[in-house]
């Protein structure tokens, strides 16, 4: 799987996991790691959010959550 390549370490997740922006909703939300892990995979690709890979979910998620980030 590619997470080696396009995802955070353990070290790095600790390290910025607490600069991630909280829901305030209240929602169970999708785990923020893998959220960013998608993110990344994204920039390195240079794919589009639409052929994003099925192990990250929907890609209308990750965009989504990829907007509340960068608004927030």
């Given at each position: 799987m590619g997470i080696k390549?396009?995802?955070v370490?353990?070290?790095e997740?600790?390290?910025i996991e607490k600069?991630?922006?909280k829901?305030?909703?209240g929602r169970t939300r999708?785990?923020?790691r893998l959220i960013l892990n998608a993110m990344i995979?994204?920039?390195r690709s240079g794919a589009g959010?639409?052929?994003m890979p099925e192990r990250y979910g929907s890609w209308k998620t990750m965009y989504s959550r990829f907007c509340k980030w960068r608004d927030d």
């Amino acid at each position: 799987m590619g997470i080696k390549r396009y995802g955070v370490t353990d070290e790095e997740w600790e390290r910025i996991e607490k600069l991630i922006p909280k829901s305030k909703m209240g929602r169970t939300r999708k785990d923020d790691r893998l959220i960013l892990n998608a993110m990344i995979w994204l920039a390195r690709s240079g794919a589009g959010w639409e052929d994003m890979p099925e192990r990250y979910g929907s890609w209308k998620t990750m965009y989504s959550r990829f907007c509340k980030w960068r608004d927030d």
